[in-house]
């Protein structure tokens, strides 16, 4: 047995599953997982010692690659000095600022500890702000694991306002919405059937939960249209799209602006780190300015905005990072795309800067109905000759492809010579 199967062997009796995230099991690719000891640029290495060229990124955070420098560096330096307070420290207010400066139709932030709950505060506000309780958000598109957004949320099954896990209540569920990403009408028609009830629309400006789907042309400023028509706010889920399409995201990056946006992910350099921001007087809705209650005894931890700080400010000293990860999705993606054709196999590639996702599908991937035409067991068997090769790509078909800064031009070769040689075994 190797060290990672002797761990697993372990974890399933104590950690449910054996992991503490479900989408860490090797579930939907069969085998088991790899326990991770370092990583170190683009690359990681698990308990037996096989080096692998990373895609997952701790799914997202880790676009400048592993154990960069200048923020563990960050990081030393802060933790001597204590690990947390529960009173104000000189950081958090160094983070809003700096967040500020990045991003586009933002004036105030509030610090959290994760994606989900940066989305549940956000929709709080939402609510509280526009006295409405209705939700619309996108079949596919994934918000966090709160109540409210376990409805049409990634792979399960799905019923339109029918939960998807066990122990959502009807109620949680009742109040959100579900339209197609990709079409306006959907989103139009549900605005229409329930008048003046919509608090918001929320959205992941590309959708990155259900593989890599981009927005058409016109349809996140379509979804603007349509918010300002019916007085319902537009949030933009940036919790992967935030500083990493462009240093200001989504908003940056497409040109149209959101009432609220959420952030995670990134924006911790690796350590637990939500937000979310917005104007000035919806933010100053919030508790202790506001009623709308929301509150956190880690929130703003100065350790974790030691470690965002340094990575923001590195995105922020080097936009060149930007065009250099676009360029490299682009070669996997053109490289991916000329090894399907040449062994035969249908694969469609979506790529929006350094993000990328191939479908083992001959239907072009546009929302989730078309995402689920893709054949998981051939991407199963692409995941696991990739593996044995050393790269390590999500071990789900619904998943992104993470490509980091810290991908070498090598690294990049290495990976599309283990496509082609895995597409060529399926
Ligand atoms: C990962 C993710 C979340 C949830 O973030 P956590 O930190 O895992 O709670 C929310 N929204 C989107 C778009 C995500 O990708």
Redesign the pocket.
């Known amino acids: 047995m190797t060290r990672s199967e002797q761990l697993f062997e372990r974890a399933v009796k104590v950690l449910p599953g054996g992991v503490n995230?479900p989408v860490r099991a090797f579930r939907a690719v069969g085998g088991k997982p790899r326990f991770i000891v370092k990583g170190l640029g683009s690359h990681i290495l698990d308990e037996d010692g096989l080096e692998y060229i990373d895609y997952v990124g701790s799914?997202?955070p880790m676009v400048l690659g592993h154990s960069h420098p200048d923020i563990l560096k960050a990081v030393y330096d802060r933790m001597v000095n204590g690990l947390s307070f529960g009173a104000p420290t000189a950081l958090e207010v160094e983070m809003a600022e700096k967040i500020v400066s990045m991003v586009p139709n933002i004036e105030m932030v509030r610090m959290v500890?994760?994606?989900?709950?940066?989305?549940m505060s956000a929709l709080r506000l939402a609510r509280g702000a526009t006295g409405r309780d209705k939700i619309i958000k996108f079949e596919g598109?994934?918000?966090?694991?709160s109540d409210a957004?376990l409805v049409g949320a990634g792979s399960g099954a799905l019923t339109q306002g029918e939960p998807d896990s066990k122990g959502v209540t009807k109620g949680a569920a009742r109040d959100t919405l579900m339209a197609q990403y990709n079409d306006l009408a959907s989103v139009e028609c549900l605005l229409d059937a329930n008048p003046g009830e919509v608090a918001a629309v929320i959205v992941?400006p590309v959708a990155?939960?259900m593989g890599v789907v981009p927005p058409k042309d016109g349809f996140l400023q379509g979804l603007r249209n349509l918010c300002d028509k019916y007085g319902a706010l537009l949030i933009f889920?940036?919790?992967?799209?935030g500083f990493r399409l462009a240093a200001g995201g989504a908003q940056e990056y497409f040109g149209v602006r959101a009432d609220l946006v959420?952030f995670?992910?990134i924006i911790g350099g690796g350590m637990?780190?939500?937000a979310y921001a917005g104007s000035r007087s919806l933010m100053e809705q919030v508790a202790p300015c506001g009623s709308v209650y929301q509150a956190g005894t880690l929130s703003g931890n100065p350790v974790a905005m030691a470690a965002g700080l340094a990575q923001l400010q590195i995105l922020t000293d080097h936009p060149e990072i930007y065009t250099v990860m676009e360029t490299s999705a682009q070669y996997l993606t053109n490289h991916l795309r000329m090894s399907a054709e040449k062994h035969g196999v249908n694969m469609r590639v979506n790529q929006v800067g350094s993000l990328l996702c191939p479908y083992f599908t001959d239907t072009p991937v546009d929302c989730f109905t078309a995402a689920k035409t893709s054949d998981t067991e051939k991407y199963a068997k692409y995941f696991n000759q990739m593996l044995l090769r050393g790269v390590y790509l999500a071990p789900s078909q619904f998943e992104a492809m993470f490509v980091s800064s810290a991908h070498t031009q090598k690294d990049l070769q290495f990976t599309a010579q283990a496509a082609e040689e895995s597409l060529a075994v399926l």
């Open positions: 995230s799914w997202g500890n994760s994606g989900t709950e940066a989305v598109c994934y918000h966090g694991h957004m992941e990155a939960n889920d940036e919790v992967i799209t959420t995670g992910k637990p780190v939500g």
